[in-house]
């Protein structure tokens, strides 16, 4: 999430940049690609003094930052992003119209409270600023051009109701065997590293289509470039869905009554007496029960593209603000707050 304003702000040399983490720092930073940087362990870092503290979670508690800014780690109609712990922030920089009602109707706030910014998310700016090409990204993962790409990219996992824990290995299978080319790309608590009790060990299962012609296992840790290189999302009611709306390309969904019920009484917990998850979340979406559905609903999605445009196009709007330039609008406020002039 901070990545495409990490790279802006790292070419102003005015402006040093430390990270840290809830865990061990080291080894998230270096799993996700973080080179010739300054990190800082959680610890060391209460004793340090910054001008802003920049954060995608809650868990930065700390009071030694004046600004504190919260970007988020995602805008899904689970609403775990409106928080109330997200209001101790100086800054919520908000990512669409949808989180900004929902702040306002969940926290009982103004429509013009002055920790609010409407910004966007950074890193679907990809989608519009031309760094990604489709060819080349199925180039480099060895896939046919001609073939259509389906990806599949569900919400994390739980011991039930989760389509990934239901249909999972169905799912993979099923569209496997089509004349697709297929992304699986997981969520990164689906695997025994980070969810020992898990039922299945899914790293060791998707070791089958290693070698395979048409399946390719996404680990990257970022989604946008092979949301962006696909026809095609299978998922259920994952914050992917709404980012893929921005592309508005046909979407297969599960239907997964349980799960929709667990968040619908976790926001009722918060005094929120109706569930957007339950009664439309999933509209833009072609629904399926079971996997036996699914390659059906994908021929008929993959034929009918334009099937759902406009509803899709209705989502992208209320869930995103400044499609392609949120980078941009957050930098703007960063440097606006540090009381500093951006570089030229």
Known sequence: MFKPIHRRLK????????????????????TVGLKNEKIVGKYRSMLMRFDMCVCPS??????????????????????RAVHKDALAYNKLFLVGPYMKQKFISTWNLKEHDPRFEEIGMPKL????????????????????????????????????????????????????????NLLIKLHDRSFQKWRPKGRIDWEEWLKKYDGHKRVRVIHDYDVVPYLFASDLLVSDISSVVNEFSLLNRPMVLFAVPRLIAFHKKLEARRGVESSDLA???????????????????????????????????????QFFFNPGQATDKALEKIYALLALNPPA
């Not at 699914?294 to 008929?300: E, P, R």
């Open 11 to 30: 070419m102003d040399p005015g402006v040093e940049i430390w990270f840290t983490a809830n865990h061990d720092a080291d080894t998230l930073y270096r």
């Open 58 to 79: 809650f868990f930065y508690t700390r009071k030694n930052a004046p600004v504190k800014v919260q970007i988020f780690h995602g805008c899904s109609l689970k609403n």
């Open 125 to 180: 700016d990809a989608f519009f600023d031309g760094s990604l090409k489709k060819e080349e990204t199925l180039d480099t993962l060895g896939l046919d051009r001609s073939l259509p790409t389906v990806i599949y990219a569900p919400t994390r996992p739980t011991p039930t109701s989760s389509s990934l824990t239901m249909y999972g290995t169905e799912t993979i299978e099923t569209i496997a065997q089509m004349p697709v």
């Open 279 to 317: 009664e439309w979340g999933q509209d833009a979406g072609t629904t399926v029960q079971k996997p036996d559905e699914l390659q059906k609903a994908i021929d008929y999605c993959l034929e009918h593209p334009a099937e759902k445009q406009e509803l899709r196009k209705k989502f992208a709007q």
